[in-house]
């Protein structure tokens, strides 16, 4: 069974960037992996995902200022995160559906059969 260890996550001003990483344990080819998050009090939220190195969804807070991709050779997935606001606090966990070829409904907590511990992520104002 595949393993995923996040790294990354830090405590940072608005404004500024972090760059989350999560490297897996074997080799994923092309499954779709994404990136969630979950704040305290709330439901854990897609925030994107990637199908092999080229297809790329973004949930709508974080288009524009993230930006997620993938190193096959290193089996690791990243997730660039730039213009961090307050509201971009939580824990980021990565995600990976190793039984479809397909990122369709990739905001569906359901579809992902092996997940991170989590990285935390804190931004201050």
């Known amino acids: 069974q595949v393993q995923l260890v996040e790294s990354g996550g830090d405590s940072v001003q608005a404004g500024g960037s972090l760059r989350l990483s999560c490297a897996a344990s074997?080799?994923?080819?092309?499954?779709?992996m994404a990136w969630f998050r979950q704040a305290p009090g709330k439901e854990r939220e897609g925030v994107a995902s990637?199908?092999?190195?080229?297809?790329?969804y973004y949930g709508g807070s974080v288009k524009g200022r993230f930006t997620i991709s993938r190193d096959n050779a290193k089996n690791t997935m990243y997730l660039q995160m730039d213009s961090l606001k307050p509201e971009d606090t939580a824990m980021y966990y990565c995600a990976a559906d190793v039984r479809t070829n397909s990122c369709d409904s990739w905001r569906n907590r359901s579809k992902y059969n092996v997940w991170g511990q989590g990285t935390q992520v804190a931004v201050s104002s």
């Open positions: 990637i199908l092999g190195d080229s297809f790329k």
């Open positions: 074997g080799y994923l080819g092309s499954a779709c």
